[in-house]
């Protein structure tokens, strides 16, 4: 997460046509190879066993510190600095994938068997419900003196807390709503589908995981000449996520077709309802050749549409080598690239009654090391760009150790599972990401936003799919962002 000067990796205003033209020069017929599994650490949660550096190590070592100023000198604890970008609940918008899991070892599972489990995921679902229960946790549970206080403030507020964690004040504040069921979230969930393989029983487990979370169904981007994307998906004795395209999925009949089907349109219908600005999340595949030619990034030049947006989320999903767990330098720098195209179209969207916009790049931890530190790529700042600013933010998604910024790490929130063992981590990366840009781009602090966000994250963990919309699910997501809270300033205290 990098808050820092500015957080600003301003850069030279690539042209959107240059970029979908790189787009292409550089697309991949198959990125995904069929019958060739993919093998990764907690999906979109960042690395695990692959990571050769840790999370302190990275934070420490000097390369890595310049590059993190470049972007940002505030800190973590700094009072919020973004102005009029975070006036007001705004609407969410997240823009995700959808794939259908079929969860079970091909090796052990036969053809034929219906014993499986199948799933809606693919990180769209899980990011909407994240942004949801991040909003209702803020708004109904969280009293504010939990998360933004100073140390004096919250050793007065541990001594008439159970465990540091108020849970009186959380229920009474909650008591004040009658519904036995949270209140649905200003959300919107947008992601395409293919026709040819989407039935009424994936209609309905989707509606089961959100109709009950957001104040509007989800829209669907629908295409009649493609296939929605189907993997299978286990997890090792190590609870590494291993997948293995189904089907030809990731063909041009699958995702790389699939994910080409413009939603700028859909984007702008959707939102047209709502007064305001927006916040606008999305997944986004990435590297130099992504599934979908880079193409699921248009909707991020339409300039009307940026000019509804006042926040910017990222995530870009681009996967590490298999041996080294590295991610190579050209895709870090056509990652760096497509950063540097969204800030400039960011900017191009700026009015001068309303200059200030915010972008926040969520990477895991190898997407971030090629991307910005073993490259070290930077870029001057014009003044025209000084003058019509968007501030750039990094979160680094450290997988089973947490995040972290340049000056703190925020660890994971602990279990509340049998042995502390995540039920199943697919997806918790992608929550958090969501979280994220969701708590900070309604004002809070860079540490509160990812101690929730870490919060959401492990609910995520502890259940076989995506938790139920209860206000017992919300309060133990309130009560892990105040364990996490407190274990970074426990450790702060340490470290004196």
């Not at 994938?97 to 014993?115: L, V």
């Not at 089907?247 to 995702?255: I, K, R």
């Not at 947490?402 to 602990?414: H, K, L, N, Q, R």
């Amino acid at each position: 997460m990098v808050p820092r000067r500015r957080r600003v990796i301003n850069g030279f205003p690539i042209a959107i046509t240059s970029y979908l033209v790189l787009c292409i020069i550089n697309r991949a017929s198959g990125f995904f190879q069929p019958g060739h599994p993919a093998t990764y650490g907690y999906r979109g949660c960042g690395p695990t066993s692959h990571l050769k550096i840790t999370s302190s190590e990275r934070i420490n070592n000097h390369c890595g510190h310049r590059t993190l100023q470049r972007l940002s000198k505030a800190t973590s604890d700094s009072p919020d600095v973004l102005g009029n970008v975070c006036n007001g609940e705004k609407r969410v918008v997240i823009v995700g994938k959808i794939i259908i899991d079929k969860y079970g070892d091909p090796s052990t599972t036969k053809e034929s068997d219906d014993d499986g489990v199948i799933t809606v995921g693919g990180g769209g679902p899980q990011a909407a419900w994240a942004s949801a229960a991040a909003l209702a946790v803020r708004k109904y549970l969280l009293p504010t003196h939990l998360l933004d206080t100073n140390d004096t403030e919250r050793s007065e507020a541990d001594s008439t807390s159970t465990n540091g964690n108020d849970s009186y004040a959380r229920k009474r504040k909650r008591n004040t709503y009658t519904s036995h069921i949270p209140p649905k979230q200003p959300v919107t969930f947008v992601a395409p589908i293919g026709t040819k393989n989407w039935s009424d029983s994936s209609h309905a487990a989707l509606d089961e995981i959100l109709l009950r979370v957001l104040d509007n169904p989800p829209i669907l981007v629908r295409s009649d000449e493609h296939i929605t994307p189907t993997i299978n998906i286990w997890h090792d004795e190590n609870e590494l996520v291993h997948w293995m395209p189904i089907d030809g999925s990731f063909g041009e009949e699958g995702a790389n077709g699939l994910w080409k089907v413009p939603t700028a349109p859909i984007i702008l219908q959707s939102i047209n309802g709502f007064p305001g600005d927006i916040i606008l999340h999305c997944i986004l595949e990435s590297g130099c050749k992504p599934t979908g030619e880079g193409l699921d990034a248009c909707f991020l030049f339409d300039p009307i549409l940026m000019k509804r947006t006042a926040v910017v989320g990222i995530e870009p999903i681009v996967f590490p080598d298999e041996e080294s767990g590295l991610v190579s330098e050209e895709n870090g720098k056509a990652v760096f690239d497509l950063i540097n195209s969204v800030e400039a179209s960011m900017h191009s969207s700026c009015e001068e009654s309303n200059p200030d916009k915010l972008l926040i790049i969520t990477p895991d931890g190898p997407c971030y090391d090629a991307t910005f530190l073993r490259s070290l790529q930077s870029i001057e700042i014009s003044s025209e760009m000084q003058r019509k600013q968007v501030r750039t933010e990094i979160v680094i998604r450290n997988g089973a150790n947490g995040s972290f910024t340049e000056d703190v790490v925020i660890p994971c929130a602990s279990l509340r599972t049998a042995g502390g063992i995540p039920v199943n981590p697919t997806g918790a990366g992608n929550a958090y990401s969501a979280a994220f840009v969701t708590c900070r781009a309604h004002g809070d602090t860079i540490l509160d936003s990812a101690a929730l966000a870490t919060a959401v994250g492990a609910a995520v963990c502890e259940y076989d799919h995506l938790p139920p919309w209860t206000w017992e699910v919300l309060e133990r997501i309130a009560e892990a962002a105040c364990e996490v809270k407190q274990k970074v300033r426990y450790h702060k205290i340490a470290s004196r």
